[in-house]
């Protein structure tokens, strides 16, 4: 049995301790907004914050979340109250396919409770493991640094 928090809730799995996060969290837990990529960490679709710190859920035993916190694109907010992060990504365009959004967005959210700043390089160095083939970046780089902006980091 692992116990582990999800998105402030205690969870427990009961199953294989070497199964993939990812499939916990899809297929046991029904958080299905986790998305997987390639299965093999190279796209950064699947990540979640696993205490605070982005990982590609693909690549995690969930033996290795025992007594720790994982988020979740879920986390974020609602579809009736978005984050701040969720609704400039929605009014920037930071979204086509959905694929690599929730990835990017977890990504995003660790760059800013760091303090990350809202210029370019900064954005796109911390967003540097996230792939995206629809949008040219552009539009994600926007979203997060008004983000950034939103609320109160330079």
């Known amino acids: 049995m692992i116990a582990f928090k999800v998105n402030g809730k205690k969870r427990v799995f009961k199953g294989a301790p070497f199964t993939r996060l990812i499939d916990v969290l899809r ?30 859920s693909c690549l995690v035993p969930v033996c290795q979340v025992e ?13 009736e109250k978005l984050g701040v992060l969720q609704r400039c990504f929605l009014e920037r365009g930071g979204a086509q396919c959905g694929i690599c ?13 760091r303090g990350g700043k809202s210029d370019d390089a900064s954005i796109r160095q911390a967003l540097a493991g996230n792939l995206c083939r629809c949008t ?6 926007e979203a997060v640094a008004e983000a950034a902006r939103a609320e109160g980091k330079r």
């Open 101 to 113: 959004t929730p990835g990017m967005l977890m990504t995003a959210q660790a760059h800013l409770r």
């Open 136 to 141: 040219g970046y552009r539009h994600i780089v």
């Open 27 to 56: 297929e046991h837990l029904r958080l299905t907004g986790t998305k997987e990529g390639c299965g093999e960490g190279e796209c950064g679709a699947c990540t979640v914050l696993l205490d605070g710190e982005p990982v590609n």
């Open 67 to 79: 007594g720790r916190t994982v988020e979740t694109v879920e986390g974020l907010g609602s579809p």
